[in-house]
């Protein structure tokens, strides 16, 4: 059981920014997808942004440009560099780790808050 543990969440006003981190319990070198995904209030769970292989990145369109993910495999972390940011980015930003298609980790969460 891989565990996942955030950080890195909090309150910013908007245009401001923010670094989240994710670290494994462990060894990523091999896994397939590490990455994020939010849940703002009353909405479904949304993909945020994507390391695949380690090699290619995923971004959902509404943070292209904004948003920057990054992995270190010898961290055993990947992380997520959010810059101009805006109220509608608010909600719990979860680390998701995929090994393969039928092994999936969450993390716990972290809040994220952009408000004035």
């Known amino acids: 059981q891989v565990q996942l543990m955030e950080s890195g969440g909090g309150l910013v006003q908007p245009g401001g920014s923010l670094r989240l981190s994710c670290t494994a319990s462990?060894?990523?070198?091999?896994?397939?997808?590490m990455g994020w995904y939010r849940q703002a209030p009353g909405k479904q769970r949304e993909l945020v942004a994507d390391s695949i292989s380690g090699i290619k990145t995923k971004y959902a369109d509404s943070v292209v440009g904004r948003f920057s993910i990054s992995r270190d495999n010898q961290k055993r972390s990947v992380f997520l560099e959010m810059n101009n940011l805006k109220p509608e980015d608010t909600g719990i930003y979860y680390c998701?780790?995929?090994?393969?298609?039928?092994?999936?980790?969450w993390g716990q969460g972290t809040q994220v808050t952009v408000s004035s």
């Open positions: 998701h780790l995929e090994i393969d298609p039928s092994r999936h980790f």
């Open positions: 462990e060894s990523t070198v091999g896994v397939n997808i």
